[in-house]
């Protein structure tokens, strides 16, 4: 079956950088596209990035441009994050997710989501 | 890339049928047959309940239903159940690679 796990969540202070990472199993890692979504505390699904299944391809929500970069080794089944610049307003769970067979990017798995907190 | 509008809460009662509606504009809801919907019960992942408008994954109920008109989706559950009650967030492609979920909803079993 599908699984996705996450790691690399924890505290930290703002400013400073974190990378994710999500290994999946159950699947043929380098024939999906995978994804990137956060929900804060309380709150709702952001999407936050997506990446084709060759890495040929990424792109990022507006509000993390420039800080936060996508990435995945198809060798290693593994799909990063890395997070520089990190704000206040980017605490929240992590979730790696799998892209479907259909198109439109569209999630079928997600994982168990990884906890980021930045806080002084 | 603003979040998709979804009504904050809904409620029904065991056996009868609930409606989440999904409204966006003509980049993302009305301008793709990509949309999907998701539950979330507290403290747990996403699950897919519906993809591509109208179409359910195996194992998925066919208590849940989807549709779409114009820049609305919608997900409709018949025959409510006290297990239903979660959070339900829809899911649209919006072109040029990127995504855009629903603010969220409630649904309350009474």
């Known amino acids: 079956q599908v699984q996705l796990v996450e790691s690399g969540g924890g505290v930290v202070q703002p400013g400073r950088s974190l990378r994710l990472s999500c290994v999946g199993s159950g699947f043929t890692f380098s024939n999906y596209g995978m994804h990137w979504v956060r929900q804060a505390p309380g709150k709702g699904l952001e999407w936050v990035a997506v990446?084709?299944?060759?890495?040929?391809?990424?792109f990022h929500t507006d509000s993390v441009k420039g800080r936060f970069t996508i990435s995945r080794d198809n060798s290693r089944n593994t799909l990063y994050m890395q997070m520089n610049s990190l704000r206040p307003e980017d605490t929240a769970v992590y979730y790696c997710?799998?892209?479907?067979?259909?198109?439109?990017?569209?999630?079928?798995?997600w994982g168990q989501g990884t906890l980021v907190t930045v806080s002084s | 890339q603003s979040a998709l509008t979804q009504p904050r809460s809904v409620s029904g009662s065991p056996g009868q049928s609930v409606t989440i509606s999904c409204t966006g504009n003509s980049s993302d809801v009305g301008g793709y047959n990509y949309v999907s919907w998701y539950q979330q019960h507290p403290g747990k992942a996403p699950k897919l309940l519906i993809y591509d408008v109208i179409n359910r994954p195996s194992g998925v109920p066919g208590r849940f239903s989807g549709s779409k008109s114009g820049n609305t989706a919608s997900l409709t559950i018949s025959g409510l159940q006290a297990e239903d009650e979660a959070d339900y967030y829809c899911?649209?492609?919006?072109?040029?690679?990127?995504?855009?979920f629903g603010g969220g909803t409630k649904l309350t079993v009474l």
């Open positions: 997710a799998k892209v479907g067979g259909s198109s439109g990017w569209q999630i079928d798995y």
């Open positions: 899911y649209s492609y919006a072109g040029s690679y990127t995504s855009v």
């Open positions: 990446m084709s299944y060759d890495g040929s391809k990424k």
